[in-house]
């Protein structure tokens, strides 16, 4: 199967998992993860009305980006590094995974140099793993609230990632405790901070995860095969 193929099949699962939801397909957004995968790829993707690509790698992005037209939304989803948040500044419109007020604080002064606001969502370690990056659940409340201080950033929603199960179905409930975490968060109506977003869901659980409310799925191996 082509790009082509599998992004309307992707599409079309999506489509299907939200009206069985009873949600409207238009509220899930399909973040093609692009790591690994050549410039010539997303350029397809693009080409097949694919608007929206992912990056873990900072050097990644920033090569790509300026291979691939201007109109790609450009996402980064990877863990952050203060270090090299400089050269995304201005670059990428939704930061998936800020997990602490430090790195916040960084990507603030970055895009105040800019004059511009950066959109972010908090990530969140759900399952309390250690392999995994995010903020605890228990912490959540009180890192929103110190970001929300920042001029130069708007927090948008969450994002988290499950463990991996064989099961897409085993994950849902990692998927539903986000959402109620969201729901907590935007009952405390913070100034600058909107819930509307929720990134979970990967190619083997994006269903899953939508039934959950998902309203960006990051899909990679199932949309350019495996890495």
């Not at 699962?13 to 399909?30: F, H, K, T, W, Y």
């Not at 990967?202 to 495996?226: K, N, W």
Request: proline letters at 4%; one cysteine or more; a negative charge.
């Amino acid at each position: 199967m082509s790009i082509a193929d599998h992004i309307g099949e992707i599409r079309a699962r999506i489509a299907q998992a939200a009206l069985e939801a009873g949600r409207d397909p238009e509220s899930v957004r399909l973040v093609a993860v692009s790591k690994t995968k050549p410039a010539a790829a997303i350029a397809e993707a693009f080409g097949c009305g694919q608007t929206i690509f992912a990056e873990n790698y900072v050097q990644e992005l920033v090569a790509k980006a300026a291979q691939l037209p201007r109109e790609i939304s450009w996402h980064f989803i990877g863990h952050l590094q203060k270090n090299k948040v400089r050269q995304i500044a201005g670059l990428v419109d939704l930061i998936h995974s800020v997990d602490r007020l430090s790195l916040a604080q960084e990507i603030d002064r970055q895009w105040a140099l800019l004059g511009r606001r950066c959109d972010i969502l908090i990530q969140v370690n759900i399952s309390c793993e250690a392999t995994k990056s995010g903020t605890s659940s228990e912490e959540l409340l009180e890192l929103v609230r110190g970001i929300a201080s920042l001029p130069h950033l708007c927090v948008k929603g969450l994002m988290t990632m499950p463990p991996f199960f064989d099961d897409p179905e085993a994950a849902r409930p990692y998927f539903a405790a986000l959402r109620v975490l969201a729901r907590e968060v935007a009952k405390e109506e913070i100034p600058g901070v909107e819930m509307r977003e929720l990134s979970m869901g990967m190619s083997g659980d994006f269903e899953a995860a939508i039934v959950e409310g998902a309203t960006l799925v990051r899909v990679g191996s199932a949309l350019f095969g495996e890495r």
